[in-house]
Nanobody, 124 residues
């Protein structure tokens, strides 16, 4: 089965930037979504952003739109999340996952092959 591995998390001051990466262990030939979710301390996992592998269509949670950018490098089997103007409320463990179908959903139940996550901490 395909394995996903997140990287790039760390500690950053409010207003700063980080770029996360999620590399897959195998190539993808369908147009399903590759997505980022996050789980803040004491809260449930929430949708952040997604991109279709072939077409490159993107979706964003309104809380990050204009600050975060999702992209992918198909040749490297990698999805990125560039995060700018970070806020303390962005503090969370960030996960990547694959959608089961091509129809978009922000519900985590529509995704599978979850990575182990990478921690992002934004200090005030």
């Amino acid at each position: 089965q395909m394995q996903l591995a997140e990287s790039g998390g760390g500690l950053v001051q409010a207003g700063g930037s980080l770029k996360l990466a999620c590399v897959a262990s195998a190539r993808t030939s369908n147009n399903n979504f590759r997505a980022w979710f996050r789980q803040p301390p004491g809260k449930e996992r929430e949708f952040v952003a997604a991109v279709t592998w072939i077409g490159g269509s993107t979706r964003y949670n309104s809380s990050v739109k204009g600050r975060f950018t999702i992209s992918r490098n198909n040749a490297k089997n990698t999805v990125y999340l560039e995060m700018n103007n970070l806020k303390p409320e962005d503090t969370a463990v960030y996960y990547c996952a694959l959608s089961r179908v091509t129809l978009f959903s922000s519900n985590s139940t529509a995704y599978y092959n979850w990575g182990r996550g990478t921690e992002v901490t934004v200090s005030s």
